[in-house]
């Protein structure tokens, strides 16, 4: 009996590592377009390892891991909502910087694009992330600030819930909208050219987006959430991140 019994422990044991681990990652939503070559790459070194995408506004994740959501690992647009998590005990460690973004604005008009930034002026409609729980629309409203714009425009600007909401909008009803440059590198924005239907906005006119990265307390006993948080601070990761329009800062 005893036999029968460790047999079927073993077998449960075994059964248990053939279904492999789950590592549940809640990632910025500027981050969406490289996820995918990323998974693929982390999966040739973990085949059995699955990764379970929370894509959102840094704002509201940091909020829900804060409420006991079952994250692993949270990937913020910048490192302020990273030590967010780390400073109300949810993280093991402070974070880390895993890329840098950069913002650009992009439009389907005919928008004279020669005029750099200043191509916001009256405009009826200009899609920006909101800037309280999405870093990128913080740069954005950053950059217009600096460049003597903002009060100018500020009446139409037109809010969206987190950065991938302003190429949404962009798309269809804004004259421009402020985008994660990371958004460009899609294969089905391929057909959209720079100078014609998009600028980056110089980098001088905002603080560097440092995006973070922290280990939650969740996945302490997670081997595979670890192997996934120090395989985006890894070499192939960085080649990623640049792939898809990211500064990636030396190590």
């Known amino acids: 009996m005893r036999k029968v019994f460790k047999f079927l422990c073993v077998a449960a044991l075994l059964a248990i590592n053939a279904l492999g681990a789950e590592v549940n990652?809640?990632?910025?939503?500027?981050?969406?377009?490289?996820?995918?070559?990323?998974?693929?790459?982390?999966?040739?070194?973990h085949p059995d390892t699955k990764i379970n995408l929370t894509l959102g506004a840094s704002g509201g994740l940091v909020t829900?891991?804060?409420?006991?959501?079952?994250?692993?690992?949270?990937?913020?647009?910048?490192?302020?909502?990273?030590q967010k998590a780390y400073d109300t005990g949810f993280a093991v460690a402070a974070p880390k910087v895993y890329a840098q973004g950069a913002v650009a604005i992009f439009s389907i008009r005919n928008i004279d694009f020669k005029k750099g930034i200043e191509v916001v002026r009256g405009l009826k409609a200009i899609?920006?992330?909101?800037?309280?729980?999405?870093?990128?629309?913080?740069?954005?409203?950053?950059?217009?600030?600096?460049?003597?714009?903002?009060?100018?425009?500020?009446?139409?600007?037109v809010y969206a819930q987190k950065i991938s909401e302003t190429l949404s909008q962009a798309l269809s009803a804004s004259d421009v909208g402020f985008i994660a440059a990371?958004?460009?590198?899609?294969?089905?924005?391929s057909k959209y050219k720079e100078g014609v239907?998009?600028?980056?906005v110089p980098q001088e006119l905002y603080t560097p987006i440092d995006q973070g990265i922290v280990l939650l307390k969740h996945a302490e006993k997670n081997d595979d959430a670890k192997a996934f948080y120090e395989f985006i601070l890894g070499d192939k990761s960085r080649e990623i991140f640049k792939k898809f329009g990211y500064n990636v800062p030396a190590k």
Do not use: C, R
């Open 25 to 45: 990652v809640y990632a910025a939503a500027n981050t969406t377009y490289a996820f995918p070559e990323l998974i693929k790459e982390f999966n040739k070194l």
């Open 64 to 82: 829900q891991i804060q409420n006991s959501a079952p994250a692993d690992i949270f990937m913020a647009a910048d490192m302020g909502f990273a």
């Open 127 to 157: 899609s920006i992330a909101n800037p309280q729980t999405a870093p990128y629309g913080k740069a954005s409203i950053e950059a217009l600030k600096n460049a003597k714009l903002y009060d100018e425009v500020e009446k139409n600007i």
């Open 182 to 189: 990371s958004a460009l590198f899609d294969e089905k924005m």
């Open 197 to 200: 239907n998009y600028i980056l």
